[in-house]
């Protein structure tokens, strides 16, 4: 009687597992099709200009607030398109494909995204970042130099 109740509390959990298991080589069958790819130059350019025009439709001067909200959403979105569609991977030019790191990918499309928006609306960029954006970028040219 005692091998029946055991028989019967390890009967479901193997049911389960053997019904899980037979389904999941189907599942990796479909996993194993998307061969991930990295982003490109023309993916990258699509992103970055969509994240741009969000940012720029999204705020107005005077509002920081508003600006860096819409920042902070255009750049998770950006830097989640490129891990989860691209494995987070990218690759420039004829570079060799590398896996970015997060912290320096944010970083980067931060950078891109408000320079992209000083280009195409300058009116709605806060001062405060403007001035912090021309900072690093002179920043930048200087190592470039050396």
């Known amino acids: 009687m005692h091998y029946f109740h055991v028989f019967r509390r390890l009967s479901i959990p193997f049911l389960f597992f053997t019904i899980f298991f037979n389904i999941s080589p189907k599942l990796s069958e479909v996993r194993a ?3 991930i790819i990295p982003a ?3 993916d990258l350019d699509l992103y970055r200009s969509m994240g741009i025009t969000y940012m720029c439709t ?4 005077g509002n920081d607030v508003d600006f ?4 902070v959403v255009a750049a998770n ?3 989640t398109v490129i891990d ?15 896996k970015v790191d997060a912290r320096l990918l944010q970083n980067n499309i931060f950078f891109q995204l408000v320079g992209g928006a000083l280009s195409y ?5 806060p001062d405060s970042m403007e001035k912090e954006f021309k900072k690093q ?6 190592l470039n130099k050396k």
Not at 121 to 125: E, I
């Open 58 to 61: 999204n705020s107005t001067k």
């Open 40 to 42: 490109n130059e023309k």
């Open 77 to 79: 979105l950006f830097s």
């Open 121 to 125: 609306c300058p009116d709605k960029v």
């Open 84 to 98: 989860q569609k691209h494995g987070g991977f990218i690759k420039e030019n004829k570079k060799k494909e590398q």
């Open 68 to 71: 860096e909200k819409s920042l």
């Open 33 to 35: 099709g998307n061969k």
């Open 137 to 142: 970028y002179e920043k930048i040219q200087e």
